[in-house]
């Protein structure tokens, strides 16, 4: 079945990087973009960026430019997100979702259909 | 970038009811808005997307409506599994961004 399963939880001192994975499968890996979206504890969901995984081009909400990064491995459908500097506001449940772009006649479709479990990044000294 | 914003922030209800949850985006998305439902602890479900399509599996007590800057999310009849929090959604243009949420709670 068509799912994302991402990384566990991680715990980091302020200042430091963490790298999230998200490894897909029951798909072709390259014909979805992957976007990210993390959720603080209580709080709404925030949009983080987007990545194709066919060309590796990326797009960053402003909030994140210079301090997040969206790569890719094709090799074994896996899609990463790195963020860095962190600070306490950073602690939050990050997610990967799959998403679908597609056109029927004159409509065009766009949503985000699968969506991986979520990682726990928990920001303390 | 776009600013949606969701009413009610929280809705108290009951089984069988007929709730109705609205969105309003700060400019005209088109018909680019999706719906999904959280439930604690999960990731969120792709409910309805292009405003009113349902997407395959949601039952059809579950559908939406609007275009432009005006959307609904409506529930004919709840049933106990979809007390749960609803967020929209805009894929008109990047940043994509999300409404604030509704908490659906039993009365």
């Known amino acids: 079945q068509v799912q994302l399963v991402q990384s566990g939880a991680e715990v980091k001192k302020p200042g430091a990087s963490v790298k999230v994975s998200c490894k897909a499968s029951?798909?072709?890996?390259?014909?979805?973009?992957i976007n990210w979206v993390r959720q603080a504890t209580g709080q709404g969901l925030e949009w983080m960026g987007w990545?194709?995984?066919?060309?590796?081009?990326?797009g960053y909400a402003q909030k994140f430019q210079g301090r997040v990064t969206m790569t890719r491995n094709t090799s074994i459908s896996t899609a990463y997100m790195e963020l860095s500097s962190l600070r306490s506001e950073d602690t939050a449940v990050y997610y990967c979702?799959?998403?679908?772009?597609?056109?029927?006649?004159?409509?065009?479709?766009?949503?985000?259909?699968?969506w991986g479990k979520g990682t726990t990044v928990t920001v303390s000294s | 970038d776009i600013q949606l914003t969701q009413s009610p922030s929280f809705l108290s209800a009951s089984v069988g009811d007929r709730v109705t949850i609205t969105c309003r985006a700060s400019q005209g998305i088109s018909s680019y808005l999706a719906w999904y439902q959280q439930k604690p602890g999960k990731a969120p479900k792709l409910l309805i997307y292009a405003a009113s399509t349902l997407q395959s599996g949601v039952p059809s007590r579950f559908s939406g409506s609007g275009s432009g800057t005006e959307f609904t999310l409506t529930i004919s009849s709840l049933q106990p599994e979809d007390f749960a929090t609803y967020y929209c959604q805009q894929l008109n243009s990047y940043p994509i961004t999300f409404g604030q949420g509704t908490r659906l709670e039993i009365k």
């Open positions: 979702a799959r998403f679908y772009s597609g056109s029927y006649y004159d409509s065009y479709y766009y949503y985000m259909d699968v």
């Open positions: 029951g798909y072709t890996f390259t014909s979805y973009d």
């Open positions: 990545m194709n995984p066919n060309s590796g081009n990326t």
